[in-house]
């Protein structure tokens, strides 16, 4: 009988089992890279529609800020504190200046507050034009400006104790009585027993390059414009500039005018900005407005060829950069003046 030997009918266990062959390797691979290939398309695809989501938002953002601040203050235009003659507003029209020579809109002093005192026209405005603003920074960017003036809607110190700092220029007024004068100038005022006591508001809105740092963190791409005012420095008494909202690239303002001897309140033409002397400016009686808001940065891919309508201009960004990639959004609107 023979015997057998049982290990010899055991394979090692290594017989039976098999790797990946050479083609099915290369087939996962390639299985594998076409997922990775989707999954990096859905990524890009998501992140591109987020930025440009984001974008927008920022644009909606800093035009409707802007478009609200220019709204408000031109609402505001005009009012004096509940007093209806402007004549009898002591100090009214600086040094150097009467009601029918209006210099005072051009002062291009920084250092004293004419530019304030300038009560018969509470909107005024140039277009497209700097000449007499000596005092706004340089520019290359475009715009109309846009001054409004009108007494502050808040009292000094309110129903306490009176607080005024010595080179701001305040007024205080009744119906048919007011004055202009200075915080340190307070005790010696004409017009003591006056009702209502207020800081004089004095604006004039431009387009500047930004100085916000985050508004020009793309590298290589162009300064960031902004909508800035030209207001009163509460230290020195004299002007300075500061910030409203940035991505305002152009600002085109026209007047309506009540022309009509009734003065129905109705608007009879639109007309752009006219010279200091033109007696028409106490016939404005609303204003519209446009603001173009820029993105931030360029987008890749993409090239704005819109042209945007505002007033007496049509702009065209590939007329200035065939290659220009910002997104823009331009806004519109017309704002009634309340106190004529």
């Known amino acids: 009988m023979n015997m057998i030997n049982h290990h010899t009918l055991i394979r090692p266990p290594h017989v039976n089992c098999r790797g990946f062959s050479l083609v099915e390797l290369m087939v996962a691979l390639v299985i594998t890279l076409i997922l990775l290939a989707g999954i990096g398309q859905i990524f890009l695809s998501s992140k591109k529609s987020f930025t440009i989501q984001d974008t927008l938002a920022r644009i909606q953002e800093n035009g409707r800020f802007a478009m609200e601040t220019l709204a408000q203050d031109l609402r505001r235009a005009g009012y004096w504190g509940g007093n209806a003659e402007i004549e009898k507003i002591f100090d009214n029209t600086p040094a150097g200046a009467s009601n029918g020579n209006q210099v005072a809109d051009e002062d291009g002093s920084c250092t004293d507050n004419n530019f304030a005192r300038m009560l018969t026209h509470k909107v005024f405005g140039k277009d497209d034009d700097r000449t007499g603003y000596d005092c706004l920074p340089s520019s290359t960017h475009v715009g109309d400006i846009l001054t409004v003036r009108y007494a502050a809607p808040w009292l000094v110190g309110g129903a306490t104790t009176q607080v005024f700092e010595d080179n701001m220029i305040y007024m205080r007024s009744s119906l048919f009585r007011g004055a202009l004068f200075l915080g340190k100038d307070e005790g010696s005022n004409p017009v003591q027993d006056t009702m209502r006591t207020a800081e004089l508001v004095a604006r004039a809105y431009f387009i500047h390059p930004s100085q916000n740092s985050d508004a020009?963190?793309?590298?290589?791409?162009?300064?960031?414009?902004?909508?800035?005012?030209?207001t009163l420095d509460r230290s020195s008494g004299g002007l300075t500039s500061e910030e409203v909202a940035y991505g305002v690239e152009n600002l085109q303002v026209q007047y309506g005018l009540d022309t009509d001897a009734t003065a129905d309140n109705s608007v009879d033409q639109y007309v752009d900005a006219m010279a200091p002397t033109d007696t028409r400016w106490d016939q404005v009686i609303a204003v519209r407005l446009w603001l173009l808001v820029r993105a931030e940065c360029p987008e890749t891919g993409f090239t704005n060829t819109n042209t945007y309508a505002m007033g007496n201009q049509n702009f065209t960004p590939t007329d200035i950069?065939?290659?220009d990639a910002y997104r823009r959004q331009l806004y519109t609107s017309t704002v009634m003046l309340r106190n004529r």
Do not use: F
């Open 216 to 230: 020009n963190k793309c590298p290589g791409s162009d300064s960031v414009p902004s909508l800035y005012r030209l």
């Open 321 to 323: 950069n065939p290659n």
